[in-house]
């Protein structure tokens, strides 16, 4: 499964971001996301994602083949480890959560409430839940936050098995993962900020 991406123009605030921008990654590929703090990296993933619409341009795959690896974890505090993950399992309708716990080195943590899990052991929770999502494109903004060198080598692999099975992955990260990678530098797509971003000029916080 490819996802390429036509002449995009992505906008934060109503602000264009990103424009004229294009790329393919291909099935069993991994492309690093790089670019300067600000130039919009997180707002090229939230709109691939569909948590906002696109300026213009053209996405070849929906969002429903897509899992988004946020800053944010997205855990339910009073929910478990195992919870958590069971209850991810059942928004995607995939199964078994054990091979995700192992993978993420969490069986130990399994029935610690996710308001007890340390920084890296949230993170490393979050992570895991792409495990379930059953979904062929990772997209993934700064996953290896709070994590120490053995985990960032175990979402490593996760992420080499993933595309190992035909899966891809859109990491932006600032740090070397080991990982054999192409990168795609937004820079040279920086949007003319004057121009107003129609027919984007919606107000983020209802999305
Ligand atoms: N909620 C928001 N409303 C308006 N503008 C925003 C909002 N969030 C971010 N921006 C602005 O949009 C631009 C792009 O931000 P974005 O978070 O996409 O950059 P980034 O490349 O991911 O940065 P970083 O490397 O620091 O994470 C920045 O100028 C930022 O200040």
Known sequence: MELIVRDLTVARGGVPVLEGLGFTLGAGEVLVLRGPNG???????????????????EV??????????????????????AENLAFWASVYA???????????????????????????????????RLLVTGRPIWLLDE???????????????CVRAHVAGGGAALIATHIDLGL????????????????????????????
Do not use: C, W
């Open 180 to 207: 054999e990678a192409g990168i795609f530098d937004v820079t040279p797509f920086k949007a003319d900020p004057t121009r107003a971003a129609e027919p984007g000029s919606f107000d983020e916080a209802f999305l």
């Open 60 to 81: 070849s795959l929906p969002p429903e083949a897509i899992a988004y690896g946020a800053h944010a974890d997205g855990l339910k505090a009073q929910l478990s480890v």
């Open 39 to 57: 130039s919009g990296k997180t707002t090229l993933l939230r709109t691939l994602a569909g948590l906002q619409p696109a300026v213009a341009g």
């Open 94 to 128: 995939t199964g078994d959560i054990e091979d995700a716990l192992t993978r993420m080195n969490l069986l130990g943590l399994r029935d610690r409430p996710a308001a007890n899990l340390s920084a890296g052991q949230k993170r490393r929770l979050g992570l895991a």
């Open 143 to 157: 996953p290896t936050v709070s994590l120490d060198t053995a985990s960032v080598a175990l979402f490593a692999s």
